[in-house]
């Protein structure tokens, strides 16, 4: 295999013939380019061939489901990690246009060890990358995905013999039965159905018809140039588009899904925004009724209420703090037989008997439907009010390079290390402890918190923070860790602030 070069360079003959690819896009859990800035489809084909080679030198039978998102330039990028897969000697099973988590059914309703989805997530359009994974439910970790970045990088990828591919039909019709098995509403719900055009605009309302949910469409016309936002419920831009949908429509609550379908986003009847780690605690506390003593995974991101909520507490639930990422919380809910994990960005992991691990923002639509059916007196807003007041603010993302974020952020991690230790205040509270396990989590003595971590999708940080008191509070919590945040001057402007 050509080694592939770096930088990339569009518009020259050898971009039509080598492989070209910016290393920067091996992220920790998945790989993600601007294309074809960032990445050509001969780079696209090594990264194929590099994933081959990798099955091979793990001992993964060589058979793998692909699958791609709904972009105009997914089926594309698609074809060309194909014919890299292909060359390796893998035999694929194409399922054609997929969400993420329709293409991790795939490994089991098809039973094939590895999978691979073509798809830029959450991402606007212009960029690109692959999901991947050989050990159902999981997908590739920092370790999977530094070996698959050296072995492609460095040219290592093998050709083998037995290649061969083939179109398999009938997955979306497998994925959606499973979704529904033999539930059906037995109060009334209706529900403002938010997929920004979207690849989940081909599954989401025909899921909640099924299940006998009352349907207000929203933006739910497949059409890969989004015209009215990017499909992405953690942005306000959708969640303030999805709250005026349910005033105008008196819908007992929105659900919304992103570009991959993965994730779910919540606004109530109210038309309050539901920050997802939130949604987990209602679903928690619905969830630990049914199994009391569970344990549940909350990132970093989340709020301490996993923690600290009484009723949790009479559950006798075990909260276990980990580190952001669908490959991380995949992982460790799997590790440590976890109920479910709960991720502020907006994936549920929900494992047996619930689902099977993976994250999927359809699972999650039908467990929210089944959760209000379990509850038929109440409303969203009622399980949202019945909640221990908390404020928090909404993921905020200050501009960082890729090649500089995580050098800052290690010195940003020392600087807030040295408050605590120096006995220093944030919002004029006492620093109870700093968790370092994902960037730096600063935990006051009230239960109050603020977070800085490295985003792993983009040239981000992350800046999160949550008090148990007010909204000043948080606001000058927010302050305090966005002056230690300036003091880099590598960090550039919010995508949003409050």
């Known amino acids: 295999m050509k080694k592939p070069s770096s930088p990339v360079q569009p518009n020259t003959w050898n971009f039509l013939r080598d492989p070209m690819i910016t290393p920067t896009g091996f992220r920790e859990y998945d790989a993600r380019w601007k294309y074809p800035e ?8 090594a990264l194929g061939l590099g994933l081959g080679t990798q099955m091979h030198r793990r001992g993964i ?17 698609k074809q060309a990690l194909i014919l890299g897969l292909m060359q390796a000697g893998i035999q694929v099973k194409d399922i054609g246009p997929a969400v993420s988590p329709m293409a991790y059914f795939a490994q089991f309703h098809l039973d094939v060890p590895a999978v691979a989805m073509v798809t830029a997530s959450h991402n606007p359009n212009g960029w690109t990358g692959v999901k991947m994974g050989f050990e159902r439910p999981l997908t590739h970790g920092p370790d999977e995905m530094s070996e698959l970045r050296d072995i492609v990088l460095n040219g290592e990828g093998e050709a083998r ?49 099924r299940i006998g949910v009352e349907v207000v469409p929203s933006h739910n016309r497949l059409d890969y140039t989004f015209p009215h ?8 831009e959708m969640l303030h588009d999805m709250s005026a949908s349910v005033k105008a429509s008196g819908a007992d609550m929105a659900l919304g899904f992103d570009g991959d379908g993965d994730r779910c986003g919540v606004v109530d009847d109210e038309g309050e925004e539901i920050f997802a780690d939130k949604v987990g605690v209602i679903m928690a506390r619905d969830l630990s009724k049914i199994y009391p003593n569970a344990t549940f995974v909350a990132d970093v991101k989340s709020t301490g209420l996993f923690a600290s909520d009484p009723e949790l507490i009479k559950n006798g639930v075990t909260a276990d703090y980990w580190k952001t990422g669908h490959s991380h919380m995949k992982r460790r809910v799997k590790e440590i037989g976890a109920l479910a994990g709960f991720e502020k960005s907006g994936h549920y992991f929900l494992a047996e008997p619930i689902g099977r691990g993976y994250d999927c923002g359809m699972r999650v639509a039908v467990e929210i439907c089944k959760l209000m059916d379990r509850n038929p007196e109440m409303s969203m807003s009622d399980l949202r009010k019945a909640l221990p007041k908390t404020w928090s603010t909404p993921t905020m993302s200050p501009y960082c390079a890729d090649t500089e974020k995580y050098t800052v952020l290690d010195r940003l991690v020392e600087k807030l290390v040295a408050k605590h230790a120096a006995k220093e205040t ?9 968790v370092t396990v994902n960037g730096a989590r600063v935990i006051l003595d009230n239960g109050s918190w603020g977070l800085v971590r490295a985003s792993s999708n983009t040239p981000n940080l992350v800046v999160v923070c949550e008090s148990s008191e007010s909204e000043e509070e948080m606001r000058a919590i927010f302050a305090d860790i966005d002056a230690v945040v300036r003091s880099e001057p590598l960090v550039g402007d919010y995508d949003q602030t409050i």
């Open 38 to 45: 960032e990445i050509n489809l001969p780079g696209m084909t």
């Open 61 to 77: 039978p060589p058979v793998i489901a692909v699958a791609n998102d709904y972009r105009d330039y997914s089926l594309a990028i």
């Open 161 to 209: 013999a037995g290649g061969s591919y083939e179109f398999v039909d009938g997955v979306k019709e497998a994925y959606l039965d499973d979704l529904v098995g033999d539930f059906k509403m037995t109060r009334k719900l209706k529900v403002v159905c938010a997929t920004g055009n979207g690849t989940a605009s081909a599954f989401a309302p025909e899921l909640f018809e």
């Open 229 to 236: 936002y990017n499909p992405n419920p953690e942005a306000m």
């Open 426 to 434: 944030i919002a004029g509270r006492a620093i109870k402890e700093v």
